[in-house]
Structures are given as structure tokens and as C-alpha cells.
């Protein structure tokens, strides 16, 4: 009953520190043998990252039909001749226009590109073969690069 008594005479900070040092080391204790559970939050079978999709650019592309992609394509040119005439203007010759897109994208040998984008590449393969020589490595052919480099960009390369 005395000590009881002892403890009411003892002022709160007394008390708060005596926790404190009792406290302190236990949780910092608890606090470093839990460090291999901090790493599984987030994870397991309700986690979000196993429910979230590859990359876009992980999946192989699809090849594209090239039935479908001609009849979007008349069907685009269509719609845009149609509300040409609405306007009052001069309709689109929707052949003509067909035969030209579809050239550009796979019947004909060089797809028609703008001449800045392929003095941009052809910075940019001279640039990577000066990196390549000063490595020892063997430089690439710049003309074929350039190709290569332009097909992956356009779609037509494998």
C-alpha cells in the first residue's frame, strides 16, 4: 500500500519516462524483426500488381488484315466526301484517294516519308556508329540501318 502511495506522489513525467525507457527498446526490437514483412505489403493473392496487365509493348502485335484495314479506309474517305458535299463542296475522289493510302502503307517499295524524319535517323545511326568505333566495335551500314530503322517506325518491318 505504501508504494501505491508512492506512485500518486510521483509527478506524470516521471512515469511517462520510465514507459518511455521500458517501451523504447522493445518496440525498436519489434520494429527490426519485422523488416522481411515490410517487403510482402502489397503483394499475394489480392495484390495489385499481379492483377495489372503485362506492358502494351510486351504482347506481340497482332498482324493487320488487309481487307479490313482497305474497307475502314474507303469507308473513311466516304464519310469524308459525304460531309464535303454537305458543305457545299467539291466531293473527294474516294478511288484516287484509296489507291494513293493504300500504296503508301505496303504496295509500294519506299513508303513516302517526310525528308526531315530520315536526316533525323540518319543523325542519330551516324551518331550510334561513331559510339560503336570508339568501343571497337564494326560500324553499320548507314543507308540499310536507316531502312530497317524507318520500316520498324512505319510498321513494315518483322
Known sequence: MVWLLALTS???GYVLAAITLFILPVAAFSFIRSGAAWEEIGKGR???????????M??????????IQA??????????SYRRLQRGEPPVDVEAEM????DHLGGGTKPDLDEKLRDEVRELVIARNERRMRRGQEPLDVEAEI???????IGLGT
Open 46 to 56: 489480392f495484390g495489385v500488381m499481379h492483377s495489372m496487365p503485362p506492358p502494351r
Open 147 to 153: 531502312e530497317r530503322q524507318v520500316a520498324d517506325f
Open 71 to 80: 474497307a475502314e479506309a474507303r469507308q473513311m474517305l466516304e464519310a469524308k
Open 58 to 67: 510486351s504482347r506481340p502485335t497482332q498482324p493487320v488484315d488487309k481487307a
Open 99 to 102: 489507291t494513293k493510302l493504300l
Open 10 to 12: 510521483l509527478q506524470s
